[in-house]
């Protein structure tokens, strides 16, 4: 059974920094990524990393601020989120590709197989 499990979200303040963790099972995958959701928007791409951990992606509003890596289980991936805004409070959304796609797919919600149930990020001004 594949599940994929985030933790880490909470209430931080503006300035401040959480880590949010992702841990896949039941199956090999491919690149993962972090999308987030606000209220009454569209799910939108955060991050996202190659198989090999050697290749990282941002969105323009998350680059300089947030890193995502790999743990030394292929299937942990992480999300550093530095200098945290109002703006980024949102539900964040761990993915998973299980075939080769390449980068260009990462940024589609639909390019993506597994999803995780979610984890609340509030910050607050």
């Known amino acids: 059974q594949v599940q994929l499990v985030e933790s880490g979200g909470g209430l931080v303040q503006a300035g401040g920094s959480l880590r949010l963790s992702c841990a896949a099972s039941?199956?090999?995958?491919?690149?993962m990524g972090w999308f987030r959701q606000a209220p009454g928007k569209e799910r939108r791409f955060v991050s996202a990393i190659s198989l090999s951990g050697g290749s990282t992606y941002y969105a323009d509003s998350v680059k300089g601020r947030f890193a995502m890596s790999r743990g030394n289980a292929k299937n942990t991936v992480f999300l550093q989120m530095n200098s945290l805004k109002p703006e980024d409070t949102a539900v964040y959304y761990c993915?998973?590709?299980?075939?080769?796609?390449?980068?260009?797919?990462?940024?589609?919600?639909?390019?993506?197989?597994?999803w995780g149930q979610g984890t609340q990020v509030t910050v607050s001004s």
């Open positions: 039941g199956r090999t995958f491919y690149a």
């Open positions: 993915a998973a590709q299980q075939s080769y796609r390449g980068s260009l797919s990462y940024t589609s919600t639909a390019q993506y197989d597994y």
